[in-house]
């Protein structure tokens, strides 16, 4: 009787070495795991689809009570040769001799910033509130190196405007159709949250410049107690498509909270 009560003893005891020598290989796994996570940096890729996420889910919970935004700033640096003056922003390699490698480099990040924040599905990402409020994301400071600043000082809006809408992104619509819902630069109507901010009528590249995107969440005299019907009454100028602005001139929008994080 004692020696197979010994036996019992011994085969629970095995069961439970079995038990941890899984658990430490699981563990170890999950560090291997981390490890080429770390490795492949694929941080930039992911705070990107984050921010979409974080802004969909707002779509999917009544009343926007998801909590805040998991949504950062994408800092760039549009670069010919040279490093820019700002070391911890991200390089974007052109080719300087292609001055739509400069335009191109700025309308990818304004499609990248649209995207993220629901193009034109109006997902009510900021949350319905009484009262004037308008919500701005600060999407991507983009700067570029000295040879871009000596090559080209200046890039008018006109000729940015008509590269969006002469050049095609990804998919099957230019970069202006997709933007802002127009086919001519010329029908491009400035937003008034925005306007004040574009001081100039053309990108200096000696500046620092902020894609700004965003929302006009105010209900103030609508008498509207539900979401839903909130969003269907609000029209195309609620959503504050993505402008170019120089960075200094930030305060000059008529945003009243930024829901990015630096």
């Given at each position: 009787m004692k020696e197979k009560r010994e036996n019992k003893m011994y085969k629970k005891g095995e069961l439970t070495t079995a038990q941890l020598v899984g658990l430490i290989v699981l563990i170890a796994s999950f560090v291997i795991l981390l490890y080429f996570l770390f490795i492949l940096d694929l941080s930039g890729t992911s705070n990107a689809e984050i921010c979409r996420n974080?802004?969909?889910?707002?779509?999917?919970?009544?009343?926007?009570?998801?909590?805040?935004?998991?949504?950062?700033?994408?800092?760039?640096c549009v670069s010919g040769s040279e490093d820019c003056a700002s070391e911890d922003f991200s390089k974007i390699s052109i080719n300087p001799v292609n001055k739509d490698e400069i335009m191109k480099s700025i309308a990818d990040e304004m499609v990248s910033c649209w995207w993220q924040f629901g193009g034109d599905n109006k997902i009510m990402y900021a949350g319905a509130v009484k009262g004037a409020k308008k919500f701005c994301a600060v999407c991507s400071i983009i700067e570029f190196d000295r040879e871009i600043q000596e090559k080209y000082p200046e890039i008018s809006y006109s000729e940015f405007y008509s590269y969006?809408?002469?050049?095609?992104?990804?998919?099957?619509?230019?970069?202006?159709?997709?933007?802002?819902?127009?086919?001519?630069?010329?029908?491009?109507k400035i937003q008034e949250e925005v306007s004040d901010a574009i001081t100039q009528d053309k990108i200096l590249t000696n500046q620092k410049y902020s894609l700004i995107t965003g929302i006009d969440a105010n209900i103030v005299d609508l008498g509207l107690s539900e979401e839903a019907n909130f969003i269907n009454i609000l029209g195309d100028d609620e959503w504050i498509r993505v402008y170019l602005i120089p960075t200094s001139e930030t305060s000059k929008t008529q945003c009243q909270e930024f829901i990015t994080k630096a």
């Open positions: 974080s802004v969909l889910l707002k779509d999917k919970i009544p009343g926007g009570v998801s909590g805040p935004l998991d949504c950062r700033t994408n800092y760039v969006l809408g002469r050049t095609s992104e990804e998919g099957s619509l230019s970069y202006l159709k997709y933007l802002y819902a127009i086919d001519n630069p010329t029908e491009l």
